[in-house]
Structure formats: C-alpha cells, structure tokens
C-alpha cells in the first residue's frame, strides 16, 4: 500500500495530494507495527518483510489508472480489498495479532471512506 | 492426552471467556447507546449532525440486542444497562457532543477487539467487522482516520 501511494501521489495534486499522503503516513505506521511484531525466519534478513496487506503491485489500481478522480477510486477499492482481505486472515493468527490486524483492517475501512468522500467533494 | 473432563472444562473455560469478552462489548454498547442520546440532545435540531447521531445510536440498539442473544445463547446472563453513566466531560454544546461521540466509538472499538483476540473465528470475525463499523463512525465524527483504532497503546510515531 505504501508503494502504491507513492505512485498515487505522482498523480495528485493539491488537496487530493495531501488527503492521499496522510493515509500513506498510517500506512506507514501499520508496516512498522507489522515489522515489529513479526519474526522474519532467520536468515530471511536481506529480504524485505513483506506485510501481510496490501500487496504492493496487484489488485485494483495498479495500472492503467490516470486523473485524480481516478486515482482516488483504485485507492478506495484497493483499502477495501485489504481491509477484507485482513478480516479473513484472523482466524489463523495469535490472539495479539488478530487484535493488531482487526484494528489495520478498521483503519484501512476508514482510509476508504476517507478517499471516497475527499474524491466525491473534487 | 487430555482426559473427557479435562476438555469439558476447557470447552467451558473457553465459553466462560466468550461471555466475558462479550459482556465487555455489551456494556461498552450500552454506554454508547446512552451517551448518544445526550450526543444527539446537543446537536442543532434536524440537522444532517443530529441525524447522524439518530443513525449511530440505532446501530449501536441493533448490535446491544445481538449481543444479548449471543450471551444468552452460551448460557450466560447479558448485563442490564446502567440508568445513568459518568460522562468523560460535561455536555453543554455540539463540539463536545462530537467530541462525545468520538470517545464512545473508540471505547466501542476497543472492546470489541476483546472478542477479537478469543479463539473462536466466528466470534473473531464478528468483533473485527464491530471494530470496523466503530472506526468508521469515529472518523466520520472525527473527520480524519486513525491508524490503530481501538489499540490505545499504539501511538503512530510514539
């Protein structure tokens, strides 16, 4: 989701720009909770750890998107795919992480809503 | 190995945790369910605010009645709501009735993830789509998002 702001950003200007960066700044917040909670097998440390949402180069909004109103839209879609995504994950998770990843899934939930109304107001 | 009474006491231990965890989320709903009345009492009469807030305290009514059934389904006896309930600050005009309405979500958000961290996946998945449905309606109070709602010890950049 960070790399996919990234590139969002590129494409926004002004307001929608500064909306788009705030929720990249959580997004940020959600990999180092991630990273700290997680226990990279060793070995495993040159590679980057990969979290368990938002896939970086797939799903809706990795391509093909062009325009703010756009680029808003794949943002919303693909924070409420990773929202859902992270509530079917939770069976399988210690009870502290299960927490941990209810509590990324509500806030990407909001990130959506908080883009749709941003995007609805341009 | 495990004996049948062993497991029998296990199953019971871990419904016993059910209803408490539950019972956290009935209370934190009925307090929400109180403290909207007095959020909705000090926002402008047929206002898109106070309309809102009629939208809010229903959902909150729909999942207190949910909640309810779900104890007494596990044979526990749901907790009747308080009369009144302390209010973290005195209620005199909109702002501090939004600012009220905020704090119910977040307190609603966090005891859900109580249920969250119970081993039963259908209890799990229910208190992650309640601490969903709570953090929306903070940040729409609020007007911005939070990066961990309902982990109040977690603090972005802290």
Known sequence: MIARYASALKQLTAG?????????????????QLRSRLVEPSGARSSPVNPPHGSLSDGPGAGGVNGPHAVLGQLEIAEQAASDRLIGELAALPP??????ASIAASEATHAEYLRADRRAR | MMSASGRAGQARSSQQQAIAKLQDALAAEQAASYGYGVVGAHLPQGSARQGAATA?????????????????SRGGQPAPAAVAYQLPEPVQTATAAVALAVFLEDRVA?????????????????????????????????????????????????
Request: hydrophobic letters at 55%; aromatic letters at 8%; zero cysteines.
């Open chain 2, 110 to 158: 966090q005891a859900y993830l109580g249920v969250v961290a119970l081993p039963d996946s259908g209890l799990r998945s229910f208190g992650a789509q309640q601490v969903r449905a709570a953090a929306l309606r903070a940040a729409a109070w609020r007007g911005s998002t939070q990066a961990f709602p309902g982990l109040l010890a977690i603090r972005p950049n802290g």
């Open chain 2, 56 to 72: 809010d305290w229903v959902a909150h009514m729909r999942v207190t009645d949910e909640l309810v059934a779900m104890i007494s």
């Open chain 1, 96 to 101: 502290s992480l299960a927490q941990l990843f």
């Open chain 1, 16 to 32: 929608a720009y500064i909306a788009a960066r705030a929720v990249q700044a959580e997004h940020v917040a959600h990999l180092a």
